[in-house]
């Protein structure tokens, strides 16, 4: 049970594109889910909180209108990379917390390998 | 402000050589102390979670106990199917965020 799936897996495209990840709870509802992202050799930094139906919180730092998050139903929530740049690359993981258990650990899907040439 | 710290940076075991990874926190009200493992390329997968001092919880051949400062993930008679990064992560009070350490990570040769 608790399964996180993310897709793609791996992106590679060019500077100037936008890019959307899609972050789906397989088997339960998920009112909140998170985004992080990882450097190599780093710890998840995590960049926003992404609630159902209503608007993302971000950490600070994190740019709300480089990285646009929606999460229209309890099952998915998207982030996408807009007009990402070389620097955008990196690792980019998302998790989900059962509805109703926030005391429940979160679970982590595969992540998204992000390479803009 | 909320740290969590993880030593060390990376450990290099014999298979059977048992071990233990450090985890410091200062964290506001901790209501949760998780354990994670990730693989390369992948995403963390769950271990365990403390909620209080003195806690104690295992799986196979890890173990992870909590006190008020730190928790320590003791691993007993390693396999190299063990190796992977060892994520440790605090939850403060009043919020469903995690804090994340850096990792520990450990590679336990044959």
């Known amino acids: 049970g608790a399964v996180v799936s993310q897709h793609p897996s791996r992106v590679i495209c060019k500077s100037g594109t936008s890019v959307k990840i899609e972050c789906r709870s397989l088997?339960?509802?998920?009112?909140?889910m998170f985004w992080y992202r990882q450097f190599p050799k780093k710890s998840l930094m995590l960049m926003a909180t992404s609630n159902e139906g209503s608007k993302a919180t971000y950490e600070q730092g994190v740019e709300k209108d480089k990285f646009l998050i929606n999460h229209a139903s309890l099952t998915l929530s998207t982030l996408t990379v807009t007009s990402a740049h070389p620097e955008d690359s990196s690792f980019y993981i998302c998790?989900?917390?059962?509805?109703?258990?926030?005391?429940?650990?979160?679970?982590f899907g595969d992540g998204t390998r992000l390479s803009i040439l | 402000e909320d740290q969590v710290t993880q030593s060390p940076e990376a450990l290099r075991l014999q298979e059977g050589e048992s071990s233990s990874l450090n985890c410091s926190y200062t964290?506001?009200?901790?209501?949760?102390l998780f354990w994670y493992r990730q693989d390369p390329g992948k995403g963390p997968e769950f271990l365990f979670t403390l909620y209080s001092a003195g806690e104690e919880k295992e799986k196979e051949r890890l173990k992870a106990t909590l006190t008020k400062k730190e928790s320590f993930l003791h691993i007993t008679a390693p396999k190299p199917e063990d190796s992977a990064t060892y994520l440790c992560a605090g939850a403060p009070m009043a919020t469903n965020k995690l804090i994340f350490g850096t990792g520990t990570l450990l590679a336990v040769q044959p």
């Open positions: 088997d339960f509802q998920a009112t909140t």
């Open positions: 964290v506001s009200g901790l209501r949760g």
């Open positions: 998790s989900a917390h059962q509805t109703g258990h926030s005391n429940q650990p979160q679970h």
